[in-house]
């Protein structure tokens, strides 16, 4: 299938494992230009370095001026962006146990890295451009064993459709995709959810 990529620069956050990196490589083989960002390197993202149109950086785009710098290492024109960078922290002690400092990191890497990422390149982003945020569905299902996240992920639902009527009149297209459980590390990982919940409860 052409999608109609070939040439077409795409920044995508949380590139390094799951869904973002899967996404890396369905934007490399459509001949997307990928600037992939995530915290570190690892196999698979130097297994792609020798693929055309690749571009890795390492960076924590949960500081403040991570999302920037990632938005600098693309050249020209941005087409299209995919906030897919986040962390669902398992709270199985529940609502007493979560922190300010749990609530503070949960929102910063689940909603402001999408905030500051779509703030750098919608300056670079021409009609016809495309942001995508993904979500989840616990943004409309909450649960409490997620709780912070939950919450996090129904503001970047609403910060996307807000956004959405903002910038359709100039051509620029937000969509969110609200998956369920994938089966990556974050769910079947070691300290993933599922193993986190399964010693929690036995």
Known sequence: ?????AGRTVVVTGAGKGIGLAT??????????????????NDDTRALEGREGF???EVDLGSADGPQRLIDA???EIHAIVNNVGSA?????GFASISDEDWLGTFTLNVLA??????????RM?????????????SLLADPLVMDYSAAKAALLSFSKSLSKEL??????????????????????????AATVSRATG
């Open 1 to 5: 299938m052409d999608l109609g990529l």
């Open 24 to 41: 890396v490589r369905a934007l490399l083989d459509e001949g997307a230009l990928v600037v992939a960002g995530s915290r570190s390197a």
């Open 55 to 57: 571009a890795f950086v």
């Open 74 to 76: 693309a050249d020209g």
């Open 89 to 93: 922290p398992v709270r199985p002690d």
């Open 114 to 123: 999408a905030v500051r990422l779509t703030r750098a390149a919608i300056p």
């Open 126 to 138: 021409a009609a016809g451009g495309a942001i995508v945020n993904v979500a989840s569905e616990n």
């Open 168 to 193: 359709a009149a100039g051509g620029i297209r937000v969509n969110t995709v609200s998956p369920g459980p994938v089966a990556t590390d974050l769910w079947l990982g070691e300290h993933g959810v």
